[in-house]
């Protein structure tokens, strides 16, 4: 690792390079001295919730956001997620979603709301519209922006502040965090999906294991993962505190992309982007600030029984006590498993289950209604357990009643909703009573987090599906042929 | 727009031992419905506060209901403000009067908002937290953000703290990132030219 400066001037540059770091190069417009970096970014979402102070403060200055094109809209957090061509009943939400509207009419942003055929949780419709693409910045003032590191982006949240930035200038003032690569390696037990892996990863490195890092994930088991599930991997990345989580991009995110609304056209325009696309992977003797490495096998179905994201167990363990615990989560175990009702040392298999939510940026995707629906065919729901599948997008809950699945839903006695953050997180209409124990594919298991009092246990679509089915947490091989 | 500015604080302080305190426990989602900065102090740690959500029952056992603890500096346990991206966090405890946090270790996000909104997140050693933690409730601490140090008093002990100087010009100065970024059109233009 060295650079050559040639008497002429010329400086040729042989250090290697992670993933991360040539994007990052690619993106800076200057860096102040002993300070932060003017980052550009390519693409900025935003939603109702975290832009409108935003816009105040543009109108405030008297300006107009600066590059409208980039920077796509959509209603999600705040939506219901049944009757949606009616008028939100909740006056505050109603209002913020007005204020969305009025917002991006006023700047000249696209806003893909409600009743658009694009609407959906910003963080399934940017990829599927092939919007999100390889080598791009891209920010939205959501932390699970870190989802589209998925296609080799560079993709974290940030703040209203931030997000007033972005529309004023297309640039953040930003420190260049360490870099980190977790590679798992090897073939996936049955019945183990993505979700089982990403909530490995953090009950080995705790929920903040990866804080100040920006996090690479490599190895064999995540190059055999689909688009969608590279997605959920990405996505959990902030909760392990990661400034952003990303994969480097190949055949299956070139395939993934092509074709789609926003991607670029077939010929010289695509063969261009591919080229440049086709650069970006981690050179192989580039260092990074911390490593780890993870046998896919050590693997298997996992869920949480704590109130973050890190507390989580194979779905054969038992909760730890605090002997048996990491150090990183021993003082809080106490008041998670009181918050939780559970017990340590105790099985968390069979444990009694009065929700099942199948929805959020983490697994709503239309990989994740295939799942399930293939499971649950021909299986009918436990009686006295709720069942809600939230479609991420209007696209996948089109594709989902193209095939079919809707009807299977239907006949296991599954709700089939439509597009929105939903129950994730405790600020629509869609909430976990308190007490009751919802097992959900989202991505925080934190105190009141789908409502206030609700106790969430994390774990994949299929885990959930099988608890759907039998109306307690259930291992999910014992049902699978 | 200029932000309030910050140099030495000096006050007592509210001790949160507890660690992974999250933006959803600062401010739940059921409160983020506001189109405005205002009000937010009202909800903060809403659900710790609070039985059932209701103002009139206040928890005894939580710190900020206990009439003991006082001051302009919230001193909380490792990985504090993780999750969420929400600003309404740092939005919440600076309305409700806080002009600094002190903890160990402070999750990326958290930290941006609160440099972004004047309020000063100091990091610790964990050792000097714990010292912070064993202190009475009518124990004072000085922050002075132009020396980097913040001190018990009681004890005269003292750490110096970790502050990019960017980020501390501003501070000292009141001047936000945003006006920087709109005085570099002249850099960002340029570089739309190439990119």
């Not at chain 1, 998670?336 to 199948?358: P, R």
């Not at chain 2, 405005?36 to 809403?46: A, Q």
């Not at chain 2, 609070?50 to 939580?62: C, G, R, V």
Request: glycine residues 8%.
């Amino acid at each position: 690792m060295y650079s050559l400066s040639l008497l002429i001037g010329l400086e040729i540059d042989f250090m290697s390079k992670t993933l991360f770091e040539k994007i990052w190069a690619k993106h800076i417009v200057k860096t102040i001295e002993d300070g932060p970096s003017v980052l550009y970014i390519d693409t900025h979402f935003i939603h109702e919730v975290t832009s409108p102070q935003a816009f105040n403060g543009l109108n405030k200055r008297g300006i107009k956001v600066f590059r409208p094109k980039q920077t796509v809209a959509t209603a999600d957090h705040n939506v219901p997620t049944l009757n949606q061509h009616l008028p939100i009943k909740e006056e505050l939400s109603r209002m913020q979603v007005e204020a969305l509207i009025k917002n991006c009419a006023e700047h000249a942003v696209d806003l893909y709301g409600l009743g658009h055929p694009f609407q959906g949780i910003v963080h399934v419709i940017g990829p599927e519209l092939g919007i999100t693409q390889p080598g791009m910045t891209i920010v939205c003032g959501d932390s699970h922006t870190s989802t589209h590191g998925a296609f080799g982006a560079i993709a974290f949240g940030i703040g209203t502040s931030e997000v007033e930035m972005v529309l004023a200038t297309q640039c953040l003032l930003q420190t260049k965090p360490k870099l980190m690569r977790i590679n798992v390696e090897g073939a996936l037990n049955k019945g183990v999906v993505s979700k089982d892996i990403v909530l490995y990863i953090l009950s080995k490195i705790s929920a903040s294991g990866a804080t100040g890092y920006a996090v690479e994930f490599a190895g064999s088991a995540i190059r055999s993962l689909s688009m969608e599930a590279r997605m959920t991997i990405c996505n959990m990345s902030i909760e392990m505190g990661g400034r952003c989580g990303l994969i480097a991009p190949d055949e299956t995110t070139f395939n993934y992309i092509q074709g789609r609304e926003f991607a670029p056209p077939d010929g010289d325009e695509w063969n261009k982007k591919m080229a440049a696309w086709k650069q970006l992977h981690t050179d192989s003797d580039a260092i990074f600030d911390k490593e780890y490495h993870f046998d896919a096998a050590d693997i298997q179905p996992m869920i949480t029984y704590g109130t973050n994201p890190g507390m989580g167990i194979g779905i054969t363990e038992n909760i730890p006590t605090t002997e048996t615990i990491n150090d990183t989560d021993r003082s809080g175990l106490s008041k998670s498993l009181a918050y939780m009702g559970l017990h340590q040392g105790e099985a968390i298999k069979g444990k009694k289950v009065d929700y099942v939510f199948i929805g959020s940026c983490t697994n709503s995707r239309i990989e994740d209604l295939r799942m399930v629906a293939s499971f649950v065919q021909g299986k009918q729901k436990a009686s006295d357990v709720e069942v809600w599948i939230v479609p991420g997008s209007k696209q996948v809950e089109k594709q989902a009643k193209e095939e079919g699945i809707d009807k299977i839903f239907e006949a296991a006695g599954f709700q089939l909703r439509q597009p929105g953050c939903s129950a994730c997180l405790g600020m629509n209409e869609d909430k976990i009573p308190a007490g009751k124990y919802c097992i959900s594919t989202s991505n925080r298991n934190f105190e009141g987090r789908q409502g206030a009092g609700a106790r969430t246990l994390l774990a994949s679509p299929l885990t959930a599906a099988a608890a759907a089915i039998t109306g307690v947490v259930t291992d999910v091989r014992e049902l699978l042929n | 727009m200029g932000k309030a500015k910050v140099d030495i604080i000096h006050s007592r302080f509210v001790p949160l031992n507890m660690e992974n305190v999250d933006t959803d426990q600062i401010i739940p989602a059921r409160f983020l419905k506001a189109t405005t900065r205002d009000g937010f102090g009202k909800n903060l740690f809403r659900d710790w506060r609070y039985e059932s959500d209701d103002e009139s029952k206040p928890k005894a056992d939580f710190i900020l209901n206990n009439n003991n603890f006082t001051g302009s500096i919230l001193v909380a346990a490792k990985n504090f403000g993780c999750g969420s991206s929400r600003e309404h966090a740092a939005w919440a405890i600076d309305d409700y009067g806080f002009r600094a946090v002190v903890s160990s270790f402070f999750a990326d996000i958290f930290k941006n908002n609160a440099l972004n909104n004047g309020l000063l997140p100091v990091t610790v050693s964990e050792e000097f937290l714990q010292k912070i933690f064993q202190q009475d409730s009518e124990a004072t601490l000085t922050i002075n953000l132009n020396e980097q140090k913040i001190t018990i008093d009681a004890t005269g002990e003292t750490e110096t703290f970790e502050i990019n100087s960017y980020k501390k010009t501003c501070l000292l100065n009141g001047y936000d990132d945003i006006d920087y970024l709109l005085s570099s059109k002249e850099d960002i233009l340029a570089f739309e030219t190439t990119h």
